[in-house]
């Protein structure tokens, strides 16, 4: 298992999810396969984590890559909370500079 706690935090709020993988569930390879495909898709590509905790979802608007993070919060009662943002990258280095940085942090020792 490989679990990390994602933080939001904005002005008026901060919210923190501890998210659940089995090794990353290969995040930085769905990142890395958005950047190989630099040219463009059709379509959403998503990835979700083991639990649905977090996921992403990208898509190609030509000029740029559009990642939707959403964090979900669960409760007891199968009711909780949602929080989505939206970062945009530029296509090609941009996106495997992300997938690098996130290879680096998976196989990094947990504190």
Same mark, same amino acid.
Request: no cysteine; net charge negative; glycine share 8%.
């Given at each position: 298992?490989?679990?990390?706690?994602?933080?939001?935090?904005?002005?008026?709020?901060?919210?923190?999810?501890?998210?659940?993988?089995?090794?990353?569930?290969?995040?930085?390879?769905?990142?890395?396969?958005?950047?190989?495909?630099?040219r463009g898709?059709?379509?959403?590509?998503?990835?979700?984590?083991?639990?649905?905790?977090? #996921?992403?979802?990208?898509?190609?608007?030509?000029?740029?890559? @559009? /990642?939707?993070? &959403?964090?979900?919060?669960? =409760?007891?009662? %199968?009711?909780?909370?949602?929080?989505?943002? #939206?970062?945009?990258?530029?296509?090609?280095?941009?996106?495997? @500079? /992300?997938?690098? &940085?996130?290879?680096?942090? =998976?196989?990094? %020792?947990?504190?």
């Open positions: 298992m490989r679990d990390f706690l994602v933080t939001a935090e904005g002005e008026w709020a901060r919210l923190e999810v501890m998210v659940k993988t089995w090794d990353g569930d290969g995040l930085d390879v769905f990142l890395a396969e958005l950047a190989e495909g630099f898709w059709n379509g959403t590509r998503t990835w979700r984590s083991l639990e649905g905790d977090l #996921t992403l979802a990208a898509e190609h608007a030509g000029s740029h890559v @559009r /990642l939707t993070w &959403e964090l979900h919060e669960r =409760l007891l009662d %199968d009711e909780g909370w949602r929080f989505e943002t #939206t970062t945009v990258h530029a296509p090609g280095e941009d996106m495997r @500079r /992300l997938a690098i &940085e996130m290879r680096t942090f =998976l196989e990094s %020792d947990p504190l």
